[in-house]
């Protein structure tokens, strides 16, 4: 079975095979927009300060 693959992902794959220098700066870019380092103290008191939410925010009868 054939895998549907875009137009656009075709041209990225072929670009990266004739710029192979891009996946550094690809890498450099997650690492400054995602690839971020957990706290895990940090994490439990943004759960623990969490408020419940309402099913239907806009719902006075609730």
């Known amino acids: 079975m054939a895998m549907y ?28 927009w995602w690839d971020k380092p957990q706290r895990v103290s940090e994490q439990q008191q943004l759960e623990q300060a969490s408020v419940p939410v309402k099913p239907y925010y806009y719902d006075a009868n609730h």
């Open 5 to 32: 693959e875009s137009e656009h992902t075709k041209f990225m794959r072929e670009w990266l095979e004739k710029h192979p220098e891009e996946r550094v700066e690809q890498q450099k870019g997650r690492a400054l």
